[in-house]
């Protein structure tokens, strides 16, 4: 992620030849924006029937043992981490998302866009 972000403010930074990047392109992080839609997506699934191809992907764990070395990082480990950084637990979340604007709510809360600051 730190990575993307950094080559996102270098593009913006040869584009715009200025410094202060966010202020005068009004554009977010790229981090930000992968954190965002990710917690919109999971909203989405988590409102899906129970049956449902996502919300069974989401539920998954493959069998088997997995190679030596690190652990791949699965989508859905990045975003429960995400939400233990933003202090909210996996059931409140599935609770939550239940109500879409109470989500979406929750979602703009929590990854703020240029616009919704300015508010």
Not at 84 to 102: C, I, N, P, V, Y
Request: with cysteine; net charge positive.
């Amino acid at each position: 992620m730190a990575k993307i972000d950094a080559f996102h403010n270098r593009c913006l930074r040869k584009i715009c030849r200025i410094l202060d990047l966010y202020k005068k392109t009004s554009c977010n992080s790229a981090v930000l924006e992968i954190k965002r839609r990710r917690l919109r997506w999971l909203g989405h699934v988590l409102r899906m029937p129970q049956d449902s191809i996502p919300k069974v992907a989401l539920r998954w764990t493959p069998p088997g043992k997995r190679k030596r070395g690190r652990p791949k990082m699965t989508w859905r480990q990045s975003v429960m981490a995400e939400l233990k950084e933003m202090g909210l637990s996996w059931g409140e979340a599935q609770a939550s998302a239940k109500d879409r604007t109470l989500w979406r709510s929750i979602v703009v809360a929590l990854c703020p866009t240029g616009d919704e600051e300015d508010k």
